[in-house]
């Protein structure tokens, strides 16, 4: 995550910041132009950007309900940003306690939409697409508490997140029940994400056979391979060959575990970059424990240099943590089949950008149109 600026005084500002800590101006995320902008108020429900092109913009219906801080070309009919237009079911917000599971979810949520259009990957809404595009159901658990809990999943476009899953003592006791090192909101969407985009990028983009020769035979036989795992567990060797013990139930899951870790590196190595963090141990005389961060893992063209750098900082960052008394940052190996999972997803990503007929250009150029008009 990049960070931001405020246009008005200069002040360092956050993703999720609604307001200016400093100058008080209201803050709204610009997502086709990447930015947060300070806003003045303009007619009606309407706001003008203190950056880029100026054009009117409205904030996201979400905002009504302070889950979202982005905006929209004040022209569109549809009231909802470019992440939330994919939202097909969100929860009984009348009940307080869903309320703040949803506001805890959409903060994930957000944060999966920007890597998403910062690689410029395809993005259709189901109207867009009614059979592949990307739809999030966001599901309180039926009251009857002797039933299956729901389960957050993957189903040809359809993500479900278990409202459940954003009460920090029940994902604790499932992290605990599923001996997970690591366990969260923003796992679950980028996880989830994988095998929608597996779907679009795989199997419709030509290269399942590619894909097989990394992950291995995807048509064997899913429920039972699932079933097979969590009654055996992971083979004793799974962490020379895999991410995380649940990668090793199906290549399915192996290549949506792989994408979520792609995720969570690319993003927090680019936070490190944004606070201008090195690692150069005094100590370290070979540099071998050293990594350069000054770069944009977003736009890299190869895993490698991302591996290079990733590798020396979770050694600095895990220390970090165990100096507090916490667990560690990124509790998991990269044995050399894993980064070549990697680099098949950092291929796949850098190669699948969405041909220029995507919603974000869309957006631009509603935008563009609008304020061509308000000037003239
Ligand atoms: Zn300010
Ligand atoms: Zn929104």
């Known amino acids: 995550m990049k960070l931001f600026r405020c246009q008005v005084c ?3 500002v956050y993703f999720e910041n609604r307001t200016c800590g400093r100058c008080s101006h209201r803050l709204g995320y610009v997502p086709e132009l990447e930015i947060i902008a300070a806003l003045e108020p303009a ?5 003008t950007p203190l950056a880029g092109d100026r054009t009117l913009r409205r904030f996201c219906a979400n905002a009504d309900h302070d889950v979202c801080n982005w905006l929209t070309a004040a022209g569109r009919q549809d009231r909802l940003c470019l992440a939330c237009r994919h939202n097909d079911t969100i929860p009984d917000i009348s009940l307080a306690a869903h309320l703040s599971a949803w506001r805890d979810i959409e903060l994930a949520k957000h944060r999966l939409f920007y890597s998403l259009l910062r690689w410029k990957l395809p993005l259709k809404t189901r109207a867009e697409d009614p059979s592949h595009g990307l739809a999030f159901e966001f599901l309180a658990d039926p009251p009857q508490t002797s039933g299956p809990r729901l389960m957050t999943g993957h189903d040809d476009g359809v993500v479900t997140i278990a409202l459940a899953e954003a009460d920090g003592a029940e994902m604790e006791k499932r992290r605990a029940e599923l001996a997970e090192p690591y366990r969260s909101l923003l796992g679950h969407f980028r996880h989830e994400v994988g095998h929608h985009y597996w779907d679009i990028l795989v199997r419709d983009g030509g290269r399942i056979e590619q894909c097989r020769a990394v992950f291995g035979d995807d048509s064997q036989d899913y429920e039972a391979a699932i079933q097979r795992h969590y009654a055996q567990g992971a083979p004793a060797d799974w962490t020379e060959r895999f991410v995380s013990a649940y990668a ?14 792609y995720h969570h590196i690319v993003d927090t190595l680019e936070t490190a970059s944004a606070f201008g963090l090195r690692i150069k141990p005094a100590i370290d005389k070979d540099g071998a424990h050293s990594a350069r961060l000054d770069f944009d893992p977003y736009a890299v063209g190869s895993i490698d240099q991302i591996i290079d750098a990733w590798a020396p900082f979770v050694v600095a960052m895990n220390s970090v943590n165990r100096a507090m008394g916490r667990p560690d940052l990124y509790p998991f190996v990269l044995a050399p089949a894993v980064v070549e999972k990697l680099r098949f997803v950092h291929e796949l990503v850098r190669g699948g950008a969405a ?3 995507d919603g974000v250009l869309a957006e631009r150029m509603t935008a563009q149109a609008i304020g061509e008009a308000v000037e003239r």
């Not at 007619?43 to 706001?47: F, I």
């Open 10 to 12: 200069d002040n360092i």
């Open 43 to 47: 007619r009606g429900d309407a706001w």
């Open 248 to 261: 090793t139930c199906h290549p399915w899951e192996d290549f949506a575990e792989t994408w979520a870790h």
């Open 355 to 357: 041909e220029p007929d």
